[in-house]
């Protein structure tokens, strides 16, 4: 489905903030309130905006050790494991990438021994060949 650019502006802004008001989005796009409110319905019905998320504040985020956890995984596997990871709470999305490994994963702990406790889970896990994590050291921004 093709967006108009203020679709995809209307979806920038409800990234931002799920929770403001359309009056609100409204005089930030420069469109009628009923006009917002019809595209937003709209989304909805179409299935672009498939729900709505919570947002933790960034105090809490960075008190959290959150890690990318780059996984190779051994051919014909890949259903497997991501069935395991899916099991394991700690992570918040695991993607299917290209390049020299089949899967990352993002994952937020409260302290980096639980970090160093999941990432050995991972790695144990049939069907993981090899694991490479990088910790984020900071967020510059997130949409």
Do not use: W
Request: aromatic residues 4%; glycine residues 4%.
């Amino acid at each position: 489905m093709k967006l108009s650019e203020n679709d995809q502006r209307l979806l920038n802004l409800l990234r931002e903030n799920a929770r403001a008001s359309t009056a609100l989005i409204a005089r930030r796009l420069g469109l009628s309130r009923t006009t917002v409110q019809s595209r937003i319905e709209r989304l909805e019905r179409e299935g672009v905006i498939a729900g709505y998320t919570v947002r933790v504040h960034d105090d809490y985020e960075r008190s959290r050790i959150r890690a990318h956890i780059m996984i190779a995984v051994h051919p014909r596997q890949a259903a497997q494991v991501a069935a395991a990871l899916n099991a394991m709470p700690e992570l918040r999305a695991l993607y299917s990438v290209s390049g020299p490994y089949d899967l990352i994963a993002i994952c937020s702990v409260p302290a980096v021994e639980d970090m160093d406790t999941l990432t050995d889970r991972i790695g144990a896990i049939d069907g993981v060949e090899r694991t490479t994590s990088s910790i984020v050291l900071s967020t510059k921004f997130e949409r």
